[in-house]
Nanobody, 122 residues
Framework: VQLQASGGGLVHAGESLKLSCLSS????????VGWFRQAPGKEREWLSC???????YYADSVKGRFTISRDNSKKMVYLQMNTLKAEDTAVYYC?????????????????WGQGTQVTVSS
């Protein structure tokens, strides 16, 4: 059972990145998937989640700039990040759980991926 996040990198403020989260070893289409981030010295922050049937939810900090999507046939979930800011710099993680209601809390989720670093220079 594995989630693998990728797509991070170094960009300038105002630019875009698209993160990917690849699942293996479990039926992704039975799960909600969320994205989180953690900046140095800060607590982990929930950003967005998508239900198994495609309903999407966003934190106020990223609403209008980030878009979550999924392709169950490819076992992938994506996070399109536009108009990036220096304060978006963090390690980004994906996670999966059968219960989307628990996702924003980020606790006791079924599966976590390793992080991918996003650095935005101002």
């Amino acid at each position: 059972v594995q989630l693998q996040a990728s797509g991070g990198g170094l960009v300038h403020a105002g630019e875009s990145l698209k993160l990917s989260c690849l699942s293996s070893g479990f039926a992704l289409d039975d799960y909600a998937v969320g994205w989180f981030r953690q900046a140095p010295g800060k607590e982990r922050e929930w950003l967005s989640c998508i239900s198994n049937d495609g309903r999407t939810y966003y934190a106020d900090s990223v609403k209008g700039r980030f878009t979550i999507s999924r392709d169950n046939s490819k076992k992938m979930v994506y996070l399109q990040m536009n108009t990036l800011k220096a304060e978006d710099t963090a390690v980004y993680y994906c996670a999966a759980d059968r219960d989307i209601a628990t996702m924003p809390m980020g606790k006791y989720l079924d599966h976590w991926g390793q992080g991918t670093q996003v650095t935005v220079s101002s």
